[in-house]
């Protein structure tokens, strides 16, 4: 016999209430007929309020888990010593692979998706989105930039009294960045968006001024592709605006390799340049603005057109550049040293 519906507090309410109309000279059949039970149900009510907790709550511990707690200690530190440790290519985890290991060691096989739950519920595991690492990274040499290059950058710009510009460009196209919503189970929303690859370009830079180290946002919205013309335009009206700087960007060709870009700095001492190590965008307090922007606040835009992606682009960066708490929040998220007393 299936146990009847409700909570342990709502069935132990029940039985009192019939075992009380039984006390007050009702019939066993008329209280079963209105509580919607057999009469042997409140024939067995009755006897068991004889005794002190007879009637109380018996909440149902449920089903006994497939897995004990002294079972679970064994795959749990099998996982974490990394997914190549059991022969996969890579250290990510599925349900699948977790699967495997368990029926490996413990000798239980379960569905991955029971796995899922044992995982998420028991182990407290999350599903986050696995970072790309790029494999050309010369890790030594960034954190030798990281730990020496970069400390020296800072104190020669704030000895100069230049503003710390770091420096990027980005790209944001008319099809949408697709991520995540929410809907009824079953129900994919369906996003309407041209599938086209109109385009339009953006050189952005935060800038940290010297001695206070306040920060700021620049940026400069193009519809072609960003070009060296495009970059000395920008260090230009930067320059023009703040004063010294030091502009700390990578080694892309329309940086410090580009003729005209050396030419004009060539003319314009005041503007000093630094390269961040390669591989290494993550150091970058701007591609964090960009991050934000394009797979946060931007995610799921269909525009209409380039003119619409232009006015919201406007919209989410002028938003950042007078938010100071959000950009010194890209700033620290780089961990870059000697920059935790501007922020």
């Known amino acids: 016999m299936s146990r009847p519906f409700g909570t342990p507090q709502e069935l132990e ?18 209280v079963a007929a209105v509580l919607g039970v057999h009469p042997n149900s409140v024939s067995r009510w009755v006897r068991a309020a004889r ?6 709550a018996k909440p149902s511990p449920g089903p006994t888990p497939g897995l004990s707690d002294a079972d679970l200690r064994v795959p ?6 990394g997914a190549k440790a059991h022969g996969r290519d890579n250290e990510l985890w599925t349900a699948a692979r977790v699967a495997t290991v368990i029926a490996r060691h413990v000798g239980r096989i379960h569905h991955p998706d029971r796995v899922l739950r044992i995982l998420t519920r028991r182990l407290r595991w999350t599903s986050p989105k696995p970072r790309r690492h790029a494999r050309e990274r010369n ?17 020669a710009a704030f000895a100069r009294k230049a503003h710390l510009v770091f420096l990027d460009e980005s790209g944001v196209f008319l099809t949408p960045t697709v991520r995540r919503t929410m809907a009824p189970r079953g129900k994919t929303p369906v996003l309407p968006a041209w599938d086209r690859r109109d385009r339009l370009s953006a050189i952005s830079a935060i800038t940290l001024s010297p001695v206070l180290a306040r920060p700021n946002l620049f940026f400069s919205i193009d519809p072609h592709h960003i070009h060296a013309e495009q970059v000395v335009a920008f260090l230009a009206d930067r320059h023009r605006r703040l004063g010294r700087l030091t502009v700390v960007w990578d ?10 870009v050396r030419a004009w700095l060539a003319t314009h001492p005041g503007v000093v340049t630094e390269k961040f190590p390669s591989y290494a965008p993550a150091l970058n307090p701007d591609e964090g603005v960009w991050g934000w922007a394009k797979y946060g606040r931007l995610a799921n835009l269909a525009a209409n057109d380039t003119d619409e992606l232009w006015d919201h682009i406007i919209e989410e960066l002028v938003t950042a550049k007078h938010s100071p708490d959000l950009l010194n929040g890209f700033v620290r998220q780089t961990k870059l040293p000697g920059l935790s007393l501007a922020v």
């Open 13 to 30: 309410r029940r039985r009192r209430q019939a075992v009380r109309a039984i006390a007050d000279g009702q019939s066993r059949q008329a």
């Open 51 to 56: 005794q002190p907790d007879g009637l109380d």
């Open 76 to 81: 749990e530190t099998l996982l974490r010593q």
């Open 139 to 155: 890790d030594e040499e960034v954190a030798r930039w990281v730990g020496d290059e970069f400390p020296r950058i800072v104190r």
């Open 251 to 260: 080694r892309g060709p329309i940086h410090d390799k580009s003729k005209l």
